[in-house]
């Protein structure tokens, strides 16, 4: 008898598990997590961590790299032109990383037949492709981000057929946007343009901006490889200028691709404490006193004033010193990093100054003249400024011609761009940055990142041979699209 009690209990208690079990899934799932992804759930990550990681990267390198800013706590840093070789290791994970969920957003939209979709991811990853092997040099991408499909080793693309590919996929992405549909799986629409499946009078607004973005970005990649006889750019630029209605681009600061953020979770600013902003950061000389020759409103949008006596003024600290100057200098505004901000991932000013320098070169100085001013009025209302009446009378500002003058407008138009103003320089050799005194014989401005020490570990063989086809890993290796 005691052997039946046992025996029922046994089997009771064996029922409750199997049937507990049967309900596990169920019981095991978050309400409130997604349990698979679709096209609109990859989308925002990747726009705001890419933008958020590139604002940190133009703040602590491109920044005092390209002498804008000063520091006061070492002579060591990239502003000295000692850059360490695991200077780009973020840059090649974080961009692979995003790269790896722009592939999955890709398969996804054509799985499910969403063009839209499909175009926005193609130029999105042309946007990151570019940013990398500009960086970098050769790098993998016909092989890269398939380690599903087991190649775990993907070897390196050339930079030609980098910008090859890039250039052909912007293309292509063009001409599947659908401005008739919106982006249906975004139902609070995307961080870039609000986008969601709103179609109005039969035309979706941020299919619209997104695919002038498609446009303006593959402008940019046409110009930086200008010099790149088997791109045929200039040829590419000219068919894309003498077709706007195929081929629209940025027509005002309100296309520009720039990502508004708010600061509330899950929008956060780059620097969670704006102090870190401007410890021990100095404005440069350089960057302070082309806005003071200028008269440029930006001027007062960027710079803090400082108090010598009784006046108070704009004072910047020279770039490269070898004894830290005793005076007291011009820092960052903190207001810079607190948002709700917008990070750039390009601006309609840069547009308008690609144009510019097209007609420089190519076509007539009233029409370079033109982009030039709308370029850099963009550059200043974009941070909130007002172009002064006698702005573009001044000397020091008026259209002169010259590719100088056009890379220095450019320089402050591209801030807090991720890597953009030390690519133009590394392109044209404009604006011309001072070298300090301090600065150590033999150290020069870098041409680009080293690989990441971690392949040589993980990929040695394809290493190797992107080592070879760059002749060498080195920061003075030069890529094909620079002087």
């Known amino acids: 008898m005691k052997y039946l009690s046992r025996l029922i209990a046994l089997f009771a208690i064996t029922t409750v598990v199997f049937s507990s079990c049967s309900n596990f899934d169920e019981m095991n799932t978050d309400p409130t997590r997604l349990t698979k992804s679709n096209p609109g759930t990859l989308l925002n990550p990747i726009l705001y961590e890419m933008t958020v990681y590139n604002w940190n990267r133009y703040n602590s390198y491109t920044f005092p790299l390209m002498q804008g800013t000063v520091s006061t706590s070492s002579i060591s840093g990239v502003g000295w032109y000692n850059i360490q070789d695991a200077a780009g290791d973020g840059t090649w994970s974080n961009y692979y990383k995003w790269l790896t969920n722009i592939r999955e957003m890709e ?5 499910l037949n969403e063009p839209n979709y499909r175009a926005v991811a193609m130029t999105l ?4 492709y570019q940013l990398t092997t500009d960086a970098f040099g050769d790098v993998p991408m016909s092989e890269a981000c398939r380690g599903s499909e087991g190649i775990l080793t993907p070897k390196f693309d050339t930079q030609l057929n980098i910008y090859k590919q890039i250039i052909a996929d912007l293309d292509t992405a063009n001409t599947l946007f659908n401005t008739a549909s919106g982006l249906k799986y975004n139902t609070d629409g995307e961080l ?3 986008t969601n499946a709103t179609v109005t009078s039969g035309v979706s607004t941020g299919i619209v901006k997104w695919k002038k973005f498609c446009n303006s970005l593959r402008m940019r990649v046409l110009l930086r490889a200008l010099s790149v006889a088997d791109l045929d750019s200039k040829n ?17 600061n309100a296309d520009a691709a720039l990502l508004s953020i708010s600061g509330v979770y899950p929008q956060q600013a780059p620097l969670t404490r704006p102090q870190d902003f401007t410890a021990y950061i100095y404005l440069s000389e350089f960057f302070i006193n082309n806005l003071k020759t200028w008269n440029d409103p930006r001027l007062a949008i960027y710079t803090s004033q400082v108090t010598n006596g009784t006046v108070k003024a704009y004072v910047g600290l020279p770039s490269g010193y070898a004894i830290a100057p005793s005076i007291t200098a011009s820092q960052p505004k903190q ?11 390009m ?3 840069e547009l308008e100054l690609i144009k510019a320098e097209y007609d420089q070169r190519f076509g007539t100085a009233v029409n370079a003249g033109l982009h030039y001013k709308n370029g850099v009025t963009a550059a200043i209302e974009q941070w909130g ?5 006698t702005y573009f009378t001044n000397v020091a500002v008026t259209y002169n011609g010259t590719l100088e003058q056009l890379m220095t407008q450019k320089y402050y138009a ?28 033999g150290k020069s401005m870098p041409n680009r990142f080293k690989y990441p020490l971690v392949l040589q570990r993980t990929n040695l063989k394809n290493y190797q041979a992107a080592k070879a086809s760059m002749g060498g890993d080195e920061f003075n290796k030069k890529l094909i699209w620079q002087q």
Do not use: H
């Open 107 to 111: 398969q996804q939209a054509i799985t």
């Open 347 to 349: 601006s309609y000013a």
């Open 414 to 441: 591209l801030f807090f761009c991720d890597y953009q103003a030390w690519y133009e320089y590394n392109r044209t050799g404009y604006p011309k940055v001072p070298r300090g005194p301090g600065v150590s014989e």
């Open 236 to 252: 590419k630029l000219a068919e894309m200028f003498a077709n706007p209605t195929k081929y629209p681009v940025f027509d005002s």
């Open 125 to 128: 990853r042309s946007w990151i």
């Open 192 to 194: 870039l343009y609000g």
């Open 385 to 389: 400024g007002v172009v002064p009446a």
């Open 335 to 345: 207001a810079l990093a607190i948002a709700p901000m917008k990070l750039a991932l």
